[in-house]
């Protein structure tokens, strides 16, 4: 057999893109709460209100690091705006049916996250909402009674926003103690029904979406820098705190990766190649390998960076580094220093158009052998356990006229990735613990805040606009998956 016995297939979610009940029994807003919806032409926008002018505006969610409101102003929700997160796939109501409908496919595990700002509203309070714990501990339970594993990431993209309001997020040293004190409230809490856990999703997408990703309201590259190093020792005392809590605890890190080539052969193309993985690299060097490199130090010396850090902080990344490395990875990008050569990438994409490969509607190019490079790479970088976390295909779903959703596009992308995992696993040795793929709910695109951009098995009946009713319905890939679960990932026909 390709994949070991007790290999962890299921799917992934975020609770930002899921949950709903943004406002419901106790929980506070999160910086997802304040981002409207938009499409591939369009950009999501961060929404602002000025508490002593009443000025009002927008920001648009751009990927670097300009502010997100002017100053003096703070990201607010605004009357007559539609916010995807807040009814999202609506999970808070719909748990029971969705996990039965996880457990029917014969998914091992569920990756999802919780909302910090629905066990601590403020990010900052004393106590936390009691009711928030016990959603949770319900869903929990349910995925138990069904002998699913939960994989449990602690900060996915929903930093509560009074944290992001006053203290700048994750550039401020403050954030840890918060961090930890959540992080010791769920370990806790949940003893004995969690055993997987993540600390800060896609931790590398500070430098591209600091306010996504850590809450910035001022993400110049200094805060940046000092948001990132603060999530570094978060994650390092989160370690330690799950492992003298329960010392079988599995803590992981989650890095988002996509497999960097060079245009041509031209020496300077490769550089730049090797230069941009270095860059990605670079968070789990530290993360789950517990050193920062050299190169990272450097950049940091040229741009006049001074992180506000502490000698203990370099001891506790080296003694508590992550229990295994787990990565997002949809596709492959292309590098090059030729420019007036090269056709431009698609949405959210780095650098320019691979010649070589077909790309999704959203521009994203669809790479048989992504997986297995990026397999072989982080193996050979970090000698830890490996899961893949996210991978899928954000593709158009049309309800045909027999009332089903033939998504042969979905099936032919999974085949071709999971094929690329299983030969990492036979022929490179990686040492693999499972694969949740990614959206297995239909749910609220976080690039583009679509439901229109769907990866889900299983479809939500949910417009753009919020419309809909929520029904939920299986599609051709939901029976497809529940063979390849069933064996093991051996046979991936669609027959």
Same mark, same amino acid.
């Given at each position: ?113 919780i909302n910090w700002s629905r066990i601590f509203p403020n990010g900052d309070d004393t106590k936390p909402n009691e009711a928030g ?65 993540? =600390?800060? /999703? ?10 996504? $990703? @850590?809450? #910035?309201?001022? %993400? ?25 809590i329960n010392p079988d605890f599995q803590i992981g890190q989650m890095l988002a990766y996509s497999q960097i080539y060079a245009l ?66 949809? =596709?492959? /990008? ?10 431009? $990438? @698609?949405? #959210?994409?780095? %650098? ?144």
């Amino acid at each position: 057999m390709s994949f070991k016995k007790e290999f962890l297939w299921g799917g992934a979610t975020a609770a930002n893109q899921i949950e709903g009940a943004y406002n419901e029994d106790g929980k506070g807003l999160s910086t997802a709460d304040v981002i409207t919806a938009g499409t591939y032409e369009t950009p999501r926008h961060i929404t602002w209100k000025n508490p002593k002018t009443e000025e009002t505006g927008y920001s648009e969610l751009t990927f670097g690091g300009t502010r997100v409101a002017p100053e003096g102003a703070q990201p607010a929700i605004l009357d007559g705006e539609y916010y995807p997160s807040h009814i999202a796939s609506d999970f808070y109501h719909h748990y029971k049916e969705d996990i039965a409908l996880m457990a029917e496919m014969g998914f091992k595990t569920y990756r999802m996250s919780i909302n910090w700002s629905r066990i601590f509203p403020n990010g900052d309070d004393t106590k936390p909402n009691e009711a928030g714990l016990e959603f949770y501990d319900h869903v929990f339970d349910e995925l138990n009674k069904n002998g699913i594993e939960p994989l449990v990431t602690l900060s996915h993209y929903e930093t509560p926003l009074n944290l992001a309001i006053k203290y700048n997020g994750w550039a401020s040293r403050e954030l840890i103690d918060f961090y930890v004190n959540y992080a010791r409230t769920v370990f806790n809490r949940y003893n004995g029904k969690v055993k997987y856990w993540l =600390t800060f /999703n896609e931790i590398n997408c500070m430098d591209m979406m600091p306010f996504v $990703a @850590g809450g #910035l309201v001022d %993400g110049s590259l200094q805060n940046r820098a000092q948001g990132t190093h603060n999530q570094f020792v978060a994650s390092a005392l989160t370690v330690k705190l799950g492992h003298e809590i329960n010392p079988d605890f599995q803590i992981g890190q989650m890095l988002a990766y996509s497999q960097i080539y060079a245009l041509t052969a031209d020496p300077a193309d490769q550089l730049k190649a090797i230069q941009q993985m270095d860059d990605t690299l670079f968070y789990s060097d530290v993360q789950t390998g517990g050193h920062y490199p050299n190169s990272r130090l450097k950049m940091y010396e040229r741009e006049g960076v001074k992180l506000d850090d502490r000698p203990e902080d370099y001891e506790l990344l080296a003694k508590y580094p992550a229990d295994f490395l787990s990565f997002s990875c949809y =596709t492959s /990008n292309v590098v090059t220093t030729h420019n007036d050569q090269a056709e431009d $990438a @698609g949405n #959210l994409q780095v %650098g320019v158009k691979n010649p070589y490969l077909k790309a999704s509607s959203w521009g994203w190019a669809t790479d048989p052998y992504v997986l297995r490079i990026a397999l072989k790479t982080l193996t050979n970088r970090y000698h830890k356990p490996l899961w893949i976390v996210e991978n899928g295909l954000g593709a158009v779903d049309e309800i045909a006229e027999d009332g089903k959703i033939h998504d042969d596009y979905r099936i032919e992308y999974l085949q071709e990735n999971i094929k690329s995992m299983r030969d990492a696993v036979t022929i490179d040795g990686a040492d693999l613990m499972g694969y949740t793929s990614w959206g297995c709910i239909d749910l609220v695109s976080a690039g583009t805040g679509e439901m229109k951009k769907r990866y889900g098995y299983i479809y939500v009946d949910r417009d753009n606009d919020g419309s809909g009713t929520l029904n939920r319905s299986r599609k051709d890939s939901f029976y497809w998956y529940k063979k390849v679960i069933r064996t093991n990932g051996e046979d991936l026909s669609k027959d």
